[in-house]
């Protein structure tokens, strides 16, 4: 039962898009300058030469919750930041809509989730999502060590809220970091994002 009401409130919310517009693989990533849930500023410049993956996350969407109910997103920032990449989600639900949190509450979450990521950033206004072309979560983005975008889309090949997917899944982002840390171009970089719609801001 709760595997069908996750799979019926999945096929309401998901959204199949590819990249919007705003930014194009293979053009430097935009740059940007935000404070994420500690007050520290996070930005490219500050990451600059380091490959950097953003993560676009709403905990009560059921993309989600497969992908940290399952520990494979966790995983997955552990494998990039032993990797030497920087890990940042991003949240960029309004306030008053599904997935809106405050700092306190984010904490919570991560905690709960035993999350890794470098930075926890709340973008309730949406100037950063809307800057990439975020359209679902998750959204996943691949900076390489020089600023330019390589990676684009979904986490993975399977657009579904079943946990037993992900074994058989072809994972493009860790394939996207294995490929620029190898010194070559990444293969796939650009997939269609699934997920729930971000909520942003009327």
């Not at 009401?5 to 705003?22: D, M």
């Not at 940007?32 to 930005?43: T, Y």
């Not at 966790?74 to 700092?103: D, F, H, P, R």
């Not at 090949?157 to 992900?166: F, L, R, Y």
């Amino acid at each position: 039962m709760k595997k069908t009401f996750f799979a019926l409130l999945g096929a309401l919310a998901v959204s199949f898009v590819t990249p919007a517009l705003a930014v194009e693989v293979g053009k430097p990533a935009p740059a940007f300058a935000v404070k994420d849930i500690d007050g520290n500023e996070q930005s490219l410049e500050k990451y600059k030469g380091k490959l950097v993956v953003l993560e676009w996350t709403n905990p009560g969407c059921p993309f989600v919750v497969k992908h940290y109910g399952s520990s494979n997103m966790q995983t997955l920032q552990s494998y990039a930041k032993e990797k030497g990449a920087v890990w940042l989600s991003v949240n960029s639900g309004a306030e008053g809509k599904q997935g809106y949190m405050t700092s306190e509450q984010a904490r919570a979450q991560i905690a709960k989730d035993k999350a890794v990521p470098t930075a926890y950033i709340l973008d309730a206004q949406g100037t950063l999502g809307q800057l990439y072309g975020a359209k679902t979560t998750p959204h996943m983005y691949v900076i390489d060590a020089s600023g330019m975008l390589a990676y684009a889309g979904a986490i993975d090949d399977k657009a579904s809220t079943d946990i037993a997917d992900i074994a058989g899944a072809k994972n493009h982002v860790k394939i996207a970091i294995d490929e620029l840390l190898a010194g070559k171009a990444v293969t796939t970089a650009q997939t269609t994002a699934y997920g729930c719609n971000v909520k942003y801001k009327d």
